[in-house]
């Protein structure tokens, strides 16, 4: 019945890592990986992992239900968690600290709740790690040395132009419309810990 369907679709487990799934860090610098999830009729002995290129486990943790905040059962030196689950938001942040050029990949936070049969969800961070950054303005951030590898260096040269090139369509686009136009990046210095934009917010254009 399409009725159940849509309850169905309802009750699903949702993991989020922002509007953003990139994030670029300083080396030596500590950063943080967002994630929160989000479920319709709660959780009971939920649990959670964090995987580095899909197959090392940097963290897991576990969550009694609403109430109670996580319970770490391993976790990597390096990774600190620093989400909260008895708030507003089911937050399972976790922080790496002393980034080095080694931990540039994917990231991947994994939810499972056992109250929705065992339903099982996640979401991907692509981590780039760079040796200087300089501003030149409030759209684009150039990498001016150093990226270990050709080829995440070729990556970060795509990323680059592409969002030159998307930040001139957005200007020619926006133009002629008399409205305030916001980006909504995740910015990745919340908290105060020290790292690096996740995404430059675009000046308000008249």
């Given at each position: 019945l399409?009725?159940?369907?849509?309850?169905?679709?309802?009750?699903?487990?949702e993991v989020s890592?922002?509007?953003?799934?990139?994030?670029m860090a300083l080396n030596n610098s500590n950063v943080l990986l967002p994630c929160v999830f989000s479920t319709c009729?709660?959780?009971?002995?939920?649990?959670f992992t964090w995987y580095f290129n899909s197959t090392e486990l940097i963290y897991h943790g576990k969550i009694k239900n609403k109430a109670t905040e996580p319970t770490v059962i391993w976790h990597n030196p390096r990774?600190?968690?620093?989400?909260?689950?008895?708030?507003?938001?089911?937050?399972?942040?976790?922080?790496?600290?002393?980034?080095?050029?080694?931990?540039?990949?994917?990231?991947?936070c994994h939810?499972?709740?056992?109250?929705?049969?065992?339903?099982?969800?996640?979401a991907t961070i692509f981590l780039t790690v760079v040796?200087?950054?300089?501003?030149?303005?409030n759209t684009v951030t150039?990498?001016?040395?150093?990226?270990?590898?050709?080829?995440?260096?070729?990556?970060?040269?795509f990323m680059l132009i592409k969002r030159v090139v998307l930040f001139i369509i957005k200007k020619t686009q926006d133009g002629k419309k008399e409205c305030l136009v916001s980006s909504s990046?995740?910015?990745?210095?919340?908290?105060?810990?020290?790292?690096?934009?996740?995404?430059?917010k675009a000046p308000p254009k008249a």
């Amino acid at each position: 019945l399409p009725g159940l369907h849509i309850l169905a679709i309802a009750l699903s487990l949702e993991v989020s890592v922002g509007k953003t799934n990139t994030v670029m860090a300083l080396n030596n610098s500590n950063v943080l990986l967002p994630c929160v999830f989000s479920t319709c009729i709660g959780f009971q002995d939920l649990v959670f992992t964090w995987y580095f290129n899909s197959t090392e486990l940097i963290y897991h943790g576990k969550i009694k239900n609403k109430a109670t905040e996580p319970t770490v059962i391993w976790h990597n030196p390096r990774v600190e968690f620093v989400g909260s689950t008895t708030k507003k938001d089911n937050n399972i942040s976790i922080v790496l600290n002393n980034v080095e050029f080694s931990d540039a990949g994917k990231y991947t936070c994994h939810v499972k709740n056992p109250k929705e049969k065992g339903t099982q969800h996640n979401a991907t961070i692509f981590l780039t790690v760079v040796h200087k950054m300089v501003e030149t303005d409030n759209t684009v951030t150039l990498i001016i040395v150093g990226v270990v590898g050709g080829l995440i260096g070729l990556l970060i040269l795509f990323m680059l132009i592409k969002r030159v090139v998307l930040f001139i369509i957005k200007k020619t686009q926006d133009g002629k419309k008399e409205c305030l136009v916001s980006s909504s990046g995740n910015d990745n210095t919340e908290n105060g810990l020290a790292g690096s934009k996740a995404e430059q917010k675009a000046p308000p254009k008249a």
